[in-house]
Structure formats: C-alpha cells, structure tokens
C-alpha cells in the first residue's frame, strides 16, 4: 500500500544532506524531512551516552512528524545509537557506517584509508568493521575534524581547505592509499578536491549512495513508496536557528535554495 509519509534523515549538522541528495535522485517523488541537530552540533566529540539520547530525542521528533522511515546520516549516530533507536520507536531505521568492506574487497594494493571522526574510529561498530572486513589490510586513519566545521559553515570551496585536506592526504598517499573510505557524510560536500588531491589512481568511496539504495529496498519490501508520480519536496527542522540553516543551505546550494525552506521550522 502506497504511503505518503515523509522519509526522515538526521544528522548533527547538514552532512547527511549528501544521503538527501542521493534519495532525491533515486526516488524524486518521496517528501523527506531532514533534521539538523544544529544546538548538539557536533556529534563526533561527545561520549556515546551523550549521542545515543540526542539520537533518540531527534528520531522521536522524526515519528512524532509521521517519518515511515529514517536514516541515521550520520556514521557517529549510527555506530553508538542504531540498537537504541530500533528498540525504542516502531519504524524501520538505516544506519551508515565507514564503508571499510567494499574498501578492503577492492583495494589492489590493500591498503585503505579511512578519514572519520575520532568518536568513529573509537566505537565498537568501527573495530567490529575491520576485525571482520579488514584482515591483511593495512588501515591508515586519519581524523580530519575542522574539514567538517568548514562545510557547517558553507565555506567547502575555501583556498585554505584545500590546503588543509592536503595536509591529511598527503602522508595517507605516501604510506600507498589506493582506496580512500570517506568515513564522514559532511566529507562528501569536499569530495571533488579530495579527488583532485588523491588522483585518479586512488579510488573514493562514499557510502551516502549505498545507503540511499537500502532505503529504497526497505520501502519497497514494505510497500511503503510514495509511488504517485508527484515530485516531493524536503522540509528542513533544526534545534538550532532556522535562519543559520538557510545561510548555509544557501553557500552549499548557490544555484537553488532547496525545496521546503518555507515550511522548515525550529524545534524547541
């Protein structure tokens, strides 16, 4: 049975936009209701406790609005608060974690880079991850953690953050990086310089797709798609300023401000 519901996406910030954009491309007509956790921003410092509860007030705000489904666009959230949030709410949830086993399946020389937030590479989900996927490859990490407050700020295409992405690359590939996991959903805003950077002989991999395909699947097991042909539109919430979010909705989308704004709103 067709369902009109939104799909709900979070993250602490606008990295998980990178998931909306890859959902809006697989299924135009399904509405989405993004959410920006803007006033616990950023997720990736704080202790798995702190984020499991933000996780599990935001996922309740998500169905209280009627979310059929929600993806967690945010490897922090998904790698301590997954569990929480399938035990606590009666929706289906994806997760998106460091794409470390097609990395590893891939990489010619076996040799994989990570790039993540410290509070990633620290949980159980990440070592579980390369315990089972990564065997006789060698993992090079590397935190990259202003690269994401440059892409809250808008400021993805700044001389100086190239500059600083090259500072972290660069050992990566002097240490033989063929295949370069981007372990952060706000990386994908950078990808292109990451590329340029890396060069063609290395191959990027980010799991914003993959995980839009899965909640395609699961929409579809359930029959739970939109299915009426009519495009949809995304609806912005933050708990932070909806007045910030459109500044830097507008710096990441200089050519559209994208569908909803009007109807985005603060949650208190």
């Known amino acids: 049975m067709a369902n009109g519901n939104p799909i709900g996406v979070f993250d602490s910030g606008v990295g998980g ?3 909306v ?3 809006r491309k697989l299924m135009p007509d399904e509405d989405v209701l993004y959410y920006a956790d803007h006033a616990h921003f950023p997720y990736g410092s704080k202790d798995p406790e702190t984020v499991r509860r933000y996780a599990l007030e935001v996922a309740g705000e998500l169905v209280r609005r009627g979310a059929k489904l929600i993806v967690v666009a945010c490897n922090t959230a998904s790698s301590v608060a997954l569990g929480a949030l399938r035990a606590t709410y009666p929706v289906p949830f994806v997760g998106i974690v460091p794409a470390v086993k097609p990395a590893a399946l891939t990489s010619p020389g076996r040799c994989v880079g990570v790039l993540a937030t410290e509070a ?7 070592a579980d991850l390369v315990a089972q996927f990564a065997q006789g490859v060698r993992l ?3 935190p990259c953690p202003d690269v994401v407050a440059a892409v809250e700020a808008g400021e993805i295409n ?3 953050l190239t500059e600083r992405m090259r500072a972290y690359l660069t050992p990566m590939l002097a240490q033989g990086v063929d295949t370069l996991v981007l372990g952060c959903t706000h990386y994908s805003f950078v ?5 340029q950077i890396v ?3 290395v191959t990027v991999i980010d799991a914003s797709l993959p995980v839009a395909r899965q909640s395609q699947r699961v929409l579809t097991e359930q029959g739970a798609g939109k299915g009426d042909g009519v495009p949809g539109k995304v609806t912005y919430l933050t708990s932070g300023s909806m007045d910030d979010l459109r500044h830097v909705l507008a710096r990441l989308y200089p050519d559209t401000l ?4 009007t109807e985005g709103s603060t949650v208190r």
């Not at 990633?120 to 990440?126: C, E, H, W």
């Not at 990808?191 to 590329?195: A, C, D, G, L, T």
């Open 199 to 201: 060069g063609p002989g």
């Open 21 to 23: 954009a890859e959902l």
């Open 120 to 126: 990633t590479f620290r949980t159980q989900v990440y």
């Open 140 to 142: 090079v990490q590397q």
């Open 158 to 160: 700044a001389d100086g």
């Open 258 to 261: 994208r569908d909803g704004l």
């Open 17 to 19: 936009l990178a998931v």
């Open 191 to 195: 990808r292109s310089q990451i590329e």
